[in-house]
């Protein structure tokens, strides 16, 4: 992310709508999702990250990323 910025694109990263996006990992203990916002500056924010079990994205996953890039559009850091 630092060399490339947070659009280095698919199949690595996707946008997830409203300013959040989601990179896609792969490691030892399986296949792992964080979620990110860019900010002024071009600082990159790591909203929550968490190892998948299934084929798709949990709900609450995802809201705890949109809740968290709520408080930061709020100042609330």
Excluded: W
């Excluded at 060399?3 to 199949?11: C, I, K, L, R």
């Excluded at 071009?42 to 990250?49: A, F, G, T």
């Amino acid at each position: 992310m630092e060399e490339y910025g947070p659009n280095f694109g698919e199949p690595h990263t996707a946008s997830m709508g409203g300013g959040l996006f989601e990179t896609r990992l792969k490691g030892a203990e399986g296949i792992a999702r964080v979620f990110y916002c860019s900010i002024v500056e071009r600082k990159i924010v790591i909203l929550h990250s968490f190892v998948k079990k299934s084929q798709h994205t949990p709900r609450n996953e995802l809201d705890v990323a949109r809740k968290r890039l709520l408080e930061i559009r709020n100042g609330n850091l």
